[in-house]
């Protein structure tokens, strides 16, 4: 859909004052207003993949009445909700959905997407913001620990086809280290592993399938290279 | 009945007592389930988080797998695992180019014959009216919060299962095994899910809220069919109360746990032994 045909959607809105629709579509652009819509966000790769992968969320239907924040759960503690990550994209502003905070907080609950009246897949738009920010490397710099987090469990795969999880903290902890700098992060569940052992949950060497050649290529027809 | 079975990596992992209570609950209804060979991870939300496509090649791997093997239903136990499978196929069934492309990038075929069910769906398959006859130990003392999380019920159309608001199923088989579950707010609330290593805190926040409201509501235990909410409610307890300030002592229980006391199976055998949260 056209930046035009969004914009119509606005207006529409915009015309209805003294409605909760109204005032939810206030509560929602409020955040906006520092920010150009048009010329921030010239056509490029980024916003035509975006697009592409956003396609099937039914995005532009969003009407801001605010049910997929209300029934959040991590909606309190963040920059965005996600009716205004969902607005953002709707005005056209990519990119600040893409560098926001929300989209890493999001534990994928699927709440959201459950109880849009619109069949708006909100959870569907946070994966789509995840894919792309990554692949710009846009992703919020604050966010690094639950990135260096979600590539260290595809690298994991990648490597051994299930899960090992002791290899999977021991990068995820050597990743994320950069940003978190301290060594009661790089330490803080060491104390788990005795109490993992007595209760014979602790796997010292994780399990591997026998054909890795083809989740390697697997990962590699999706375009998944390793993360470095 | 003739059952694939698809661990998943946390119940060949830190959730394997996930996997003794299910073999040791379903043996005992005579329920072998066969684990399907090379089975590869679902990829989880790392796969539906930073790549599309490779969240459904990786579940779509398992899905012609089984078929290969010549399986017709498949337990997945974990939800996030059947939720995974489930979506591709449904992608699959919806799309003959993206069924094409997906069979080729896996090497494999994936017709859609494969039916995936979680835990609960093979116990409706059994039968509560053949259960209720078998359970030796009715759970009289026991009131089950049963909390549901996020997967099991959502999203509605592609887990097709229960109410994704009000679900009663955990209830049904609860009250089957004499037990009273209690009537609570957060049955279907997420409890932090796979943050638990790399966002700790959301963890603390929104399971301590659970497990709040289940105390609140007059429940002595919790009961789950998921190996991240059990992670997420019983391992990390003790640093929610240490958070919080709270005391809540609940334990929490796999389903297969609940069925198989009833059942007559001892705690040691279904590795209830091997929780955090003791009964008292």
Known sequence: MSLFSVRKITIGLGVVPGTAGHMALALATRTETTVPVESSAPPNSSRDLLTEILAPTHWTDCYQCGKCTAGCPVAAGVDMA?????????????????????????????????????SVDCAGIMDALREVSLQRGLASPEQKTVVA???????????????????????????ALPSERSLRFLFKDAGLAPQLQKRQKLHLRGEKVKDRALVRRIFERCGDGKHA | MRLAYYPGCALHGSSNDYEQSLRACLGKLEV???????WICCGATAAHALNHKLSIALPARNLALAEQQGFEDLLAPCPMCSMQLLKAAKLMDEDASLRREISSVIEGEVSGRVQVLNLIQVFQRIGLDRIKPAVKNPLADLKPACYYGCLLTRPPDVVKFDDAEQPSSLEAIMAVLGAKPVDWNYRTECCGAGMTMAKEETVLELSQRILADAQQHGANCLVTACPMCHVNLDMKQGDIERHSGDRFGLPVYYLT????????ISPEELGIDRHFVKKV
């Open chain 1, 82 to 118: 996600p009716n205004q990550v969902v607005r953002a994209l709707q005005l056209g502003n990519f990119e600040k959905a893409m560098t926001s905070d929300a989209i890493w907080a999001c534990v994928s609950c699927q709440t959201c997407s459950t109880r849009c009246p619109q």
């Open chain 1, 149 to 175: 987090f979600q590539q260290a469990f595809l690298n994991n795969i990648r490597r051994n086809g299930r899960l090992d999880e002791i290899e999977l903290i021991a990068e995820f902890k050597l990743r």
């Open chain 2, 32 to 38: 072998e389930p066969q684990e399907i060979r090379e």
């Open chain 2, 257 to 264: 746990d609940l069925v198989g006391l009833a059942l007559g």
